[in-house]
């Protein structure tokens, strides 16, 4: 039986934000596709919400006496239903990077930390991890080198 560990093939750094450590992994393929399905669903699902909004700023605008009780209730279950909907989508959103920041617990270090950054801040917080290791990784690969030939 052959059993390998993710492990020791992922990319991950140590990383100090605040007063606590994470190893931080980039995002894999398969999540950056799930993530990018997620962001176009909720634009879909931000859309819909608005169309919905306007039916209900042109009701405002109906005689009472002309307003369809039932109509009404259909447009309120829909609207329910599609906040619900973003709500669900922005939270996979969000667990799809606390999934990134291994705090060593139960990932509430993670999700305090990300929760209080927007998702582009997120990518770019991810982004200057990885430039900064690249940048670590050639300096120590040059010393190195110069130790090896300075012997």
Request: charged share 35%; no cysteine; aromatic share 4%.
């Amino acid at each position: 039986m052959i059993t390998i560990d993710l492990n020791q093939i992922r990319e991950t750094v140590e990383v100090t934000i605040g007063d606590h450590v994470f190893n931080v992994r980039r995002m894999g393929s398969g999540e950056e596709l799930e993530l990018s399905a997620s962001n176009r669903r909720t634009f879909e699902l931000m859309n819909k919400a608005s169309k919905l909004q306007k039916q209900f700023l042109e009701l405002a605008e109906t005689p009472e006496d002309k307003l369809d009780q039932k109509e009404i209730d259909k447009m309120v279950k829909q609207m329910d239903k599609v906040t619900a909907d973003i709500r669900s989508e922005q939270d996979y959103q969000s667990e799809a990077f606390v999934k990134l920041f291994d705090d060593g617990g139960d990932g509430s270090k993670s999700r305090e930390l990300l929760k209080t950054l927007s998702n582009d801040e997120k990518s770019k917080l991810l982004q200057s991890i990885f430039e900064q290791k690249t940048v670590l990784d050639s300096e120590t690969k040059s010393e190195g080198s110069e130790e090896a030939v300075n012997g």
